[in-house]
Structure formats: structure tokens, C-alpha cells
């Protein structure tokens, strides 16, 4: 079956400080990509920043990296200088091939304080 | 507002009654994709359109559900017979092609309430 795993329900981060969102998945397929979602309440989900699996380079946007290990099926989500706007939930997410659909984990409900 | 719209926001409906949510995808998008999203969860795929083709349907799409998208732009999702448990926030979305690393763009949802 193919799942990913969010292990951390809830997170919290002080304002400017830094945040790493855990993700794990599992699938058998060589050819796919992977994503982070963010959520804010009452809000529609965006795009935060995406990892090509055949790329060992990690990914940056901005204030935002992943930590990319694909032997462990691994795909952490690193907010650096955290902002009040970040509060959100955030999905991680993967798409295999040409298959276009989403799967999503459960989520991690992110909390900044000021 | 050239992004995802979906229509009507909220649905509150009685159990056995049919329902119909609409999505317009952003223009000259030609993937389409529904989902569904429960409480606590993350969103779990429905289906989704290449133009105006039905590809692909998860089991999680019963009987009771239909999905079309006439002339490969605007889609319905239909629900007969609602059941408390069809009771989520219907989650549509587009991309420009189908390829893996496209983005998919998602419009703010229907949330069903089914009394």
C-alpha cells in the first residue's frame, strides 16, 4: 500500500526560530515527486515546495528546505525564521509518475508563538 | 479571481437527499481532480479528469457518487442518497498537465453536512 506517515501531530516554534515537519512514505515506485502542502484555517491549501525523487539535491524556497533521504523514505519540511503566518496545517504529500493523484498524510498542525 | 472555484462553499443536506458541488478549474487546465477531506485527516483522492475523460476513480468512490466534466471544463460531483458518513470537506483541484511534478492548485472546498 502506498502511505505516508506524518509522526507529529502538532508542532510549535517560537516566532523567527526554526521548525522541522517529519514525513516518511512508502511506496515501490522509482519515478514519482514529492510535496508539501500547507493549510491555513479556513483557508485553501498551496503549494509550499516540491522534491523531484530522481534529484539528490534537497529543495529550497526561500525560508523553506526539505531533508531528502530517499533510501529511508524520507521527507522533512525545515521552516527557518518562522512567521506568524506560517501557522497552518501542513500535508505532506506524494505523486507517482504520470498518475497525477495525491497522497496525502495526516497532517501536522503547526503553531507559532510570538 | 483566477483560481479554483467551487460551489456552493457549505451543504447542508438530509440523509437520503441528493447533492451536486461544482468546480471551475483554472483556465486551460486540463487535469481535474477531486477529493475528500475529513476531519483530522489528510485529503484522500476521488477521482480525477484528463479534459473531459473520466482516468481514474479510487474505491473510495461508491455507487452513490459521480463525477463528470462535459466539454473538459467545468466538473460536478454528485452524491444520491447522502449518508452521514459522506459528511467532509470536498476538495477540488487542477493542473496544467498530468505529469507527476505538475502542481495542483485547489480551490477552498464544498464542506457537506449530512443531518
Known amino acids: 500500500a502506498q502511505t505516508v506517515t506524518q509522526s507529529q501531530p502538532e508542532m510549535s516554534v517560537q516566532e523567527a526560530e526554526t521548525v522541522t515537519l517529519s514525513c516518511t512514505y512508502d511506496?515501490?515506485?522509482?519515478?514519482?515527486?514529492l510535496f508539501w502542502y500547507k493549510q491555513p484555517p479556513s483557508r485553501q491549501m498551496i503549494l509550499v515546495i516540491r522534491q523531484e525523487a530522481y534529484k539528490q539535491q534537497n529543495a529550497t524556497e526561500n525560508r523553506f528546505s526539505v531533508n531528502f533521504q530517499k533510501a529511508a523514505k524520507s521527507f522533512s519540511l525545515k521552516i527557518s525564521d518562522s512567521q506568524l503566518g506560517d501557522a497552518a496545517m501542513y500535508f505532506c504529500a506524494y505523486v507517482v509518475g504520470s498518475q497525477g493523484n495525491l497522497i496525502f498524510g495526516k497532517g501536522t498542525k503547526l503553531s507559532v508563538k510570538p | 479571481d483566477t483560481g479554483v472555484s467551487q460551489n456552493p462553499r457549505h451543504k447542508i443536506t438530509k440523509r437520503g437527499q441528493n447533492v451536486t458541488f461544482r468546480c471551475d478549474p483554472i483556465s486551460e487546465h486540463n487535469r481535474l481532480y477531486w477529493y475528500r477531506q475529513t476531519l483530522g485527516q489528510g485529503p484522500e483522492f476521488l477521482t480525477y479528469?484528463?479534459?473531459?475523460?473520466?482516468?481514474?476513480k479510487s474505491r473510495l468512490l461508491s455507487d452513490r457518487f459521480s463525477a463528470e466534466r462535459p466539454k473538459g471544463s467545468f466538473s460536478t460531483l454528485e452524491i444520491q442518497r447522502t449518508e452521514q458518513g459522506d459528511s467532509a470537506m470536498y476538495l477540488c483541484?487542477?493542473?496544467?498537465?498530468?505529469?507527476?511534478?505538475?502542481?495542483?492548485?485547489f480551490g477552498p472546498g464544498t464542506r457537506l453536512t449530512v443531518t
Open positions: 479528469f484528463q479534459n473531459e475523460a473520466q482516468l481514474e
Open positions: 483541484a487542477s493542473s496544467v498537465t498530468g505529469t507527476g511534478s505538475d502542481e495542483q492548485y
Open positions: 511506496t515501490s515506485e522509482s519515478d514519482y515527486y
